[in-house]
């Protein structure tokens, strides 16, 4: 089936500096969007989520960018921090069939 | 506030034993779900609950069973464990209609089959 998938496994961004974390979909019916981080060890935490009738959601932080004509969503954390260092995962629902699809995850590393 | 918990958070089984993995919460959520998280990977669904005596399939539900007797619960059970459902499996619940509502996740059980 169709699912959700990220550019890049591995981002590595210098302490400071914005990071830019892209996703792509393919399912057109998806109509909402969450960005979760996953510390080692711990469960998925919830950052943000877009609904399709935006193409721009803003949080502590962190911004969430959905472009529905290329299929694409982005995270940007802005002035890294060290605490960011993690996983994290786009997840879509599609079309309202069950629960959430997730992509595989981008690993954030904080250089100091 | 505690959210959702899942225990153990660690357990080893021998092939064919069986176990319950356990997960409450006190946010009274009707939504709740079971995933499995593979090395490397994302989430995939096994079931899923829209409310206390309400349950259907997932992506991946052979090999698992679950049940909703009351909002705040929702055990996973193995009945034969394989070397295949070795996993991290997460329980998350959620309050409004499963797929326009953020999901709050517990921090896991790691499964290891041997």
């Known amino acids: 089936g169709e699912s959700v998938g990220l550019h890049l496994p591995t981002l590595s961004v210098q302490e400071g500096d914005n990071s830019i974390i892209n996703c792509a979909y393919s399912?057109?019916?998806?109509?909402?969007f969450i960005w979760y981080k996953q510390e080692s060890g711990k469960g998925p935490q919830f950052i943000i989520d877009i609904r399709s009738n935006m193409d721009k959601r803003q949080g502590q932080r962190v911004t969430v960018l959905l472009n529905k004509t290329v299929k694409h969503l982005s995270l940007q954390i802005a002035a890294t921090q060290p605490g960011d260092s993690a996983v994290y995962f786009c997840?879509?629902?599609?079309?309202?069939?069950?629960?959430?699809?997730f992509g595989k995850g981008t690993h954030l590393i904080i250089q100091p | 506030n505690a959210g959702v918990t899942q225990t153990p958070k660690f357990r080893i089984l021998k092939i064919g034993q069986s176990m319950t993995l356990q997960c409450t919460q006190d946010m009274n959520h009707n939504y709740m779900y079971w995933y499995r998280q593979d090395p490397g990977m994302g989430l995939k669904l096994i079931y899923y609950s829209v409310g206390a005596g309400i349950t259907d399939k997932g992506e991946v539900p052979n090999g698992y069973n679950v049940s909703r007797s009351t909002t705040e619960d929702f055990p996973l059970r193995l009945e034969l464990a394989a070397p295949s459902q070795t996993s991290v499996y997460f329980c998350?619940?959620?309050?409004?209609?499963?797929?326009?509502?953020?999901?709050?996740f517990g921090d896991g059980t790691r499964l290891s089959i041997l």
């Open positions: 998350a619940s959620s309050y409004g209609r499963r797929s326009n509502q953020p999901q709050h």
């Open positions: 997840a879509e629902n599609e079309g309202g069939a069950d629960g959430l699809t």
């Open positions: 399912n057109s019916a998806s109509d909402y």
